[in-house]
């Protein structure tokens, strides 16, 4: 750091960031809106892979879902290769500093790099299953998806979540508007896919004008060592994490089981991947709190832990008991004979959910061996749970094998970070698991009646806002 730069933790004159404490009061007041904004995003993308699914025959669908899950992979690993490193510099030194000029400059460089490293393996990988045009598109999103990610890095680091769930919401809308307009036009699933680079277009073009002003050339960042034994570790870590969470999508195309099989499932599996999407929301608040100066780590994580099991569980439990009528309003009628899988994949989306949670904490509380480790013991379990089971039963198996894969996982990440939670969390969480049991087995008792079941889900919704709004002690509001 210069001379003249700020210490970690030190404001400047001028530096107009709102000073937010480093506790879990943050995290109550604005944790659900994330979440709540990640969930509305995750429904909307849903509803336009549904919309391609009406469009794009079986065939043209499955290699868009693969795809765009391979794209959705590298989103993944781009928010955490730049961003998660990022946010500390940002939160920790006020604006035009010299350590926010280097840390801009250095993540700017991995951007540009590794952003063409992923679409050289993701173009490799798409051309296994998908003609040329597929795999143009997957090569061209997949390299600038990486633009975005100091974008979102300044904004999380200055703590604008409301900024950061409206900017998410537009780069989604964008995108679901483009590939949708794109197929009407004929242009099939490559066409589709270019509603990728257009949305990272609009985050370029939100990009406030301060975080401009944080830009510099300093190329000798590159050689400062600390910088890259820190990146390495996050990139590998979140590299393990999301491939784990979205190689199922693209192995049921790369096994080119029947058309009609393969994107039912994968329609159905991203669909029950909601709660990784309540999960993302629930940490995104909680890292750069996490890394702030003099952070309250148990009010952090006990606020944190407790947003995510109240929204990630009832979100499973809508997903796993939804009536086959209320699906087949927007499910295409030909790919209805997977809807007997909706109970599994959920199971399977808690799984992922926990493993999203959990790494991403010890990302923040620099725990990266353990992660790592972890991780490698998981996608093991995963892999040997996911090819044993479409070796018995093809796709079913597939399903079957997933989700006893992703509760492994879970179990093997939770536990190598249960010494660094807070006391009482196991007590808790089984708490918390009971009753998301006694949640779904009321949904699914209410399923053969449609409209109960609608009236049903909104009273949990109302119960949930409520709950997460309620404003007391995050030490008093665990306790109860």
């Not at 950061?164 to 995108?175: K, L, Y």
Request: charged letters at 10%; proline letters at 5%.
């Amino acid at each position: 750091m210069s001379a003249g730069a700020t210490p970690v933790g030190a404001v400047a004159a001028g530096d107009d960031r709102s000073s937010t404490p480093a506790n879990g009061s943050l995290v109550t007041r604005q944790g659900p809106v994330v979440s709540a904004a990640m969930g509305t995003v995750a429904v909307l993308s849903y509803g336009g892979s549904l919309l391609l699914a009406h469009l794009l025959d079986a065939r043209s669908f499955s290699d868009y879902a693969a795809a765009a899950t391979l794209l959705g992979t590298v989103g993944v690993f781009a928010s955490a290769l730049i961003p998660l490193p990022l946010m500390h510099v940002i939160s920790g030194h006020p604006r035009r500093s010299e350590e926010r000029y280097r840390g801009m400059a250095f993540a700017w460089s991995i951007a540009a790099a590794a952003g063409a490293v992923a679409a050289l393996v993701t173009g490799l990988i798409t051309a296994t299953f998908a003609p040329p045009t597929v795999v143009v598109a997957v090569v061209a999103s997949a390299l600038v998806l990486f633009a975005c990610s100091p974008v979102w890095a300044w904004l999380h680091g200055e703590l604008r979540f409301v900024r950061v769930a409206v900017m998410t919401f537009s780069e989604v809308a964008t995108r679901v508007l483009v590939s949708v307009s794109v197929v009407l036009l004929g242009l099939g699933a490559g066409g589709a896919l270019t509603g990728f680079a257009v949305g990272v277009a609009i985050v370029l073009l939100a990009a406030p004008s301060a975080m401009r002003r944080d830009l510099a050339w300093r190329p000798q960042v590159l050689l400062e060592r600390r910088r890259w034994t820190e990146t390495g570790d996050i990139a590998l870590t979140q590299l393990i994490s999301s491939s784990l969470i979205g190689a199922d999508v693209v192995l049921i195309a790369a096994l080119h089981a029947p058309p009609l099989e393969s994107a039912g499932y994968q329609a159905l599996s991203t669909l029950s991947k909601a709660p990784v999407f309540i999960a993302a929301g629930a940490v995104a608040v909680a890292f750069p709190l996490l890394r702030g100066p003099a952070p309250d780590v148990p009010g952090i994580l006990r606020a944190t832990l407790r947003s995510f099991a109240l929204l990630a569980f009832s979100a499973a439990a809508v997903v796993a008991t939804v009536p086959r009528e209320v699906m087949l309003f927007v499910f295409p009628e030909r790919y209805a004979a997977s809807l007997r899988l909706m109970p599994v994949l959920a199971t399977a989306g808690v799984g992922f959910a926990s493993v999203t949670m959990f790494t991403t904490v010890l990302l923040a509380l620099h725990a990266y061996r353990r992660a790592q480790v972890s991780l490698l013991v998981a996608a093991g379990l995963l892999t040997t749970g996911t090819l044993l089971g479409w070796r018995m039963a093809a796709v079913p198996g597939l399903a079957v094998g997933v989700a006893l894969g992703a509760l492994a996982a879970a179990g093997v990440v939770w536990t190598a970070a249960g010494p660094l939670l807070p006391a009482g969390t196991l007590r808790r969480a089984l708490l918390g698991l009971a009753v998301a049991v006694a949640l779904t087995a009321a949904l699914a008792a209410a399923r053969t009646l449609p409209a109960l079941w609608c009236l049903c889900v909104a009273l949990v919704a109302v119960v949930l806002l409520r709950e997460l709004r309620r404003d007391r002690p995050v030490a008093a509001r665990v306790a109860s």
